[in-house]
């Protein structure tokens, strides 16, 4: 067996591929503001000239399907996954005691990715979503190599240079990560060689700058590993590559672009990764069993005043009315970090040279051809995540990561509330709230019917993902799953979808209170 073979062992070796999660296409990125999309839906994360915005044939536009509940749990199970972490001896010793994920496609590939996996030479788990834009290249590469680039940065210097010896030698290898996938999680099997060279010379440098018998630093070695795989991403593109496929596929990863968070779970200390606007919330349940959310993430948005400030302290204040306009870097992306996306990173002139030099297939891309506007002093736009550390306690019961489609529907504690009853079992009567609605008592006892029965119907959802993800895409006004609502939802065709919703990737993972409470009375790491 090949060393890098010997390496990303514990990968598919074949998949069963959904349509919506091939790898991407060549395919008309969802760019453009949509002038026909309701007002309570953000817009994509990049526009350009509405000569290149698509057009809908009205009948289309009109056209509406009634789903059968079976066709939409169909729908909705599609993507789902659920992992439980092995027991020894009849005990759980790990303080995470699995997790649950699910996808749900709007765009056309999807353009979010996942991935989980447990540290198999160190220990800890480390789960993470990734949403990508202008195309689903750079998340994909997100998704397969991250987690290596993490893995290899908290590797003691010992292990490193084990591992060196090992390749040096031909010799069989440990694999690193054991990865927990969904069959229709893609991956890319033609760019392996690449990808592990690529890690072998980060690997061979961090041998160079650390001493025998020095353990790394989680939150530097998150810090390190997104900064270096950006980097990469970027020099593998410039130096391309002579087998044409890659050629194009490297170029592709860096021209596209992807948010991501991570986080890293050790026991009861817990790390988040954050660059772009994917959150993570924890699921803290109150002495009265209720739930609160409580924030792990910060989004790198318009929105994050620290953020503006970040940027427009970084260049000239001559660019300072352009820099940031209509909420977005240079009036063109809406996340504020991100990996790819070097066309808001590299000189016009490396651009230029690097297209130039490229493949055809390349040059019918308009995206990659675009130059943004107000471009003077660049980089604009940064992969280097904002980390955060959070002591995990026995009333820390669940963390929620998504992409921003979840959060564009929800809010975090209506997440948690939805998560916490699920996973208990047990619903909060909150009064019933109908938000300023004029209603009439009949209208009245439905909704109360209505709920009474979403009890009865509370595990219809075995996994807590699609339970969750049911009610992010049909909860009418009233906070209640409509099923008329999600079946229309459901069923609108591809190019109407994107309009109304953003591509939707859940992660949910349950902590063990016992674990984490005896370890913290242990003053264990």
Known sequence: MPVTSQLLRGLPRTKVL???LLPCQHHQ??????????????PSRIWQSNQHSRSYQ?????????????????ILKANEYSFKVPEFDGKNVSSVMGFESNQLPANAPIEDRRSAATCLQTRGMLLGVFDGHAGCACAQALSERLFYYIAVSLLPHDTLCELEAAVEAGRALSPILQWHKHPNDYFSREAQTLYFNSLRT?????????????????REALLNAFKRLDNDISLEAQVGDPNAFLHYWVLRVAFSGATACVAHVDGSDLFIANAGDARAVLGVQEEDGSF?????????????????????GEHPP??????????RLLGLLMPFRAFGDVKFKWSIELQKRVLESGPDQLH?????????????????????PEITYHKLRPQDRFMVIGSDGLWETLHRQEVVRIVGEYLTGVHQRQPLKVGGYRVTLGQMQGLLEERKARVSSAFEDQNSATHLMRHAVGNNEFGTVDHERLSKMLSLPEELARMYRDDITIIISQFNPHVIGAQRQEGQP
């Open 318 to 327: 001559s660019e300072r009315k352009t820099v940031i306009r209509q909420d």
């Open 364 to 384: 019918e891309n308009e995206h990659t051809k675009f130059i943004p506007p107000n471009y003077h002093t660049p980089p604009y736009l940064t992969a280097e």
């Open 292 to 312: 609160t959310a409580h924030t792990l993430s910060n989004d790198h948005n318009a929105q994050n005043e620290e953020e503006v400030a970040r940027i427009r």
């Open 29 to 42: 990125s969802q760019l453009g503001p949509i002038t026909h999309r309701p007002a309570s839906r953000r």
């Open 18 to 20: 959904a349509s919506s």
């Open 202 to 218: 980060y690997w061979q440098e961090l041998i160079d700058l650390t001493s025998p018998g020095e353990v790394p630093d989680t």
């Open 58 to 74: 009205t009948t289309s536009v009109h056209r509406s399907y009634i789903l059968s509940p079976p066709q939409v749990n169909s």
